[in-house]
């Protein structure tokens, strides 16, 4: 049962360090290229929500199998 729960904080943990690089690599190309912001940043919103997808997919299977 606890390996459930260390499951989700590891999921946890990926999904900060991901969602942190993804948005630190889209500021930084922004930053070099301010004229496709709009487009980075769409990209970025699209990728944060699958990122934190998975982390509600990790939160749900540990309450449904504990």
């Known amino acids: 049962m606890n390996l459930y729960y260390i499951g989700l904080g ?3 943990i990926g ?5 942190g690089m ?3 690599k889209a ?3 922004m930053g070099r290229q301010p004229e496709a912001a709009g ?3 769409t990209a970025m ?3 944060a929500a699958f990122i934190e997808a998975l982390t509600i997919y990790a939160l749900i299977s ?4 504990g």
């Open 10 to 12: 590891l999921a946890a």
């Open 15 to 19: 999904s900060g360090i991901g969602l």
């Open 22 to 24: 993804a948005v630190g």
């Open 27 to 29: 500021m930084e190309a």
């Open 39 to 41: 487009r980075i940043q």
């Open 45 to 47: 919103i699209i990728g």
């Open 62 to 65: 540990s309450y449904i199998a």
